[in-house]
């Protein structure tokens, strides 16, 4: 009985190393191919056609570059801010250096909600919000 579980054992393990042995070589053998693909020479765009093309980014200022809104569909855009929420005490907020509350118009908008930390402007045309919020907290913040 020992010798018909050792000789089972024995053969699986054979029977295993085989197929190990076997997915190696096949894996060796797709390396080589894609080795042997990638030493190809590949002919690209000649230089006339790579000076036609435009430069495909848009080079930003540190500025520009902090304001930039991920839409829905994953696309990024650089948004010109108008409004910097700087502080909020009580039920006011300075917004773009000067102190706002609640209602008060800032150029196409109505300062709709004071929070924390956020306030919202209310578009004086639609129903479109715009959300600021205060800096982080390592920055520094002044009040004037």
């Known amino acids: 009985m020992k010798k018909i579980i050792s000789l089972t054992i024995t053969a699986s393990v054979a029977l295993f190393a085989a197929q190990e042995n076997g997915t190696r070589t096949a894996l060796i053998k797709d390396y080589k191919m894609m080795f042997e693909r990638i030493g ?81 402007l209310q578009s004086k045309t639609d129903d479109f919000k715009k959300r600021l919020t205060l800096r982080k907290k390592n920055e520094k913040i002044s009040i004037k």
């Open 40 to 120: 190809q020479k590949r002919i690209g765009a000649d230089e006339k056609e790579i000076e036609k093309v435009n430069p495909p980014f848009i080079r930003l200022t540190k500025e520009e570059a902090k304001k930039i809104v991920v839409k829905k569909d994953g696309t990024k855009v650089a948004v010109k801010q108008e409004y910097t929420l700087q502080a909020i005490l009580n039920d006011r907020a300075k917004i773009s250096g000067k102190w706002y509350k609640k209602g008060d118009a800032i150029g196409d908008y109505l300062l709709a909600t004071i929070k924390n930390d956020v306030v919202y």
